[in-house]
């Protein structure tokens, strides 16, 4: 507090702009929990993102002590169902089942239309953690599930829902993962593709997406396999800027 008294005192004295100061205190602002984390608390005012806490390896407490001291809003992601009960009995929120995440406080100041497919149907967990992701960017989130491939046919109705609106897509497949780039060979708008863990012996748990989508010959953008978090905060951060927002 008291270095941001003299940061004011400088600036009112015309010593240090008023973009300086805005740019000195958005880099700021660390909460640390002694021996366990260093939080982020001004992560959203300066680059749009929320603080995500990824919850696998953290013991029931770890996370309650993060959760009290953390700014909000606060994304906790791949959560267990034990976890998420105990978290959202002591400070609500929104959970969402299929995706694992749990977040605290409502998203702000943001803009822009994300559309979210998935080939099949079990990459709907990824594809969720993406729209809650998106959402705590302040985006509104078009989705359309189970367009993939083997059934070319359901993705057209999928497409003409979101362009036109969506600024950008987010396409999440496993197996062998083609369908960002057939997605991205029809429209004109930035494609995400999330290679999922969907698939079995030779080139299972998503290596075979991964290397089918980043050897795509359509211009897309890969995330690494199940990063659904990933994929939803670049998507949003391209319509932010799009809508003059971030």
């Known amino acids: 507090m008291e270095d941001l008294e003299k940061m004011l005192m400088l600036v009112s004295g015309g010593k240090l ?14 909460s640390e929990i002694e021996g366990l984390a260093k939080l982020d608390t001004n992560r959203k005012l300066r680059t749009g993102f929320p603080e995500v806490i990824l919850a696998e390896g953290k013991r ?3 996370l309650e002590r993060i959760a009290r001291k953390a700014g909000r809003p606060l994304l906790f992601s791949r959560l267990s169902g034990e976890q998420a009960k ?10 969402n ?13 943001g803009k822009g239309v994300i ?9 709907i967990p990824v594809a969720e953690e993406a729209k809650v992701m ?5 985006c509104e989130v078009l989705s359309s599930y189970d367009a993939g491939v083997a059934g070319i046919h359901r993705l057209f109705p999928a497409l003409k829902k979101m362009v036109g609106k969506a600024d950008a897509l987010v ?7 083609t369908l960002p780039a057939i997605v991205a060979g029809m429209v004109d708008i930035p494609v995400i593709g999330v290679p999922t863990s969907i698939g079995y012996g030779y080139g299972g748990k998503g290596e075979a997406a991964l290397k089918s989508m980043l050897q795509s010959c359509s211009f897309i953008t890969v995330v690494n396999i199940d990063n659904g978090i990933g ?9 932010r800027r799009k809508r003059g927002k971030g």
């Open 134 to 138: 998106a959402e705590a960017m302040g």
């Open 115 to 123: 559309g979210i497919i998935t080939a099949g149907t079990s990459d």
């Open 17 to 30: 702009s008023p973009s300086k100061a805005s740019r000195q205190i958005r880099l700021g602002h660390i």
């Open 60 to 62: 029931d407490e770890q």
């Open 86 to 95: 105990l978290l959202k009995g002591k400070f609500g929120g929104d959970y």
């Open 231 to 239: 994929a939803g905060a670049f998507a949003a951060l391209i319509a």
């Open 171 to 177: 396409v999440a497949a496993g197996r062998e993962g």
């Open 97 to 109: 089942e299929k995706a694992r995440t749990l977040i605290l406080g409502k998203p702000t100041g």
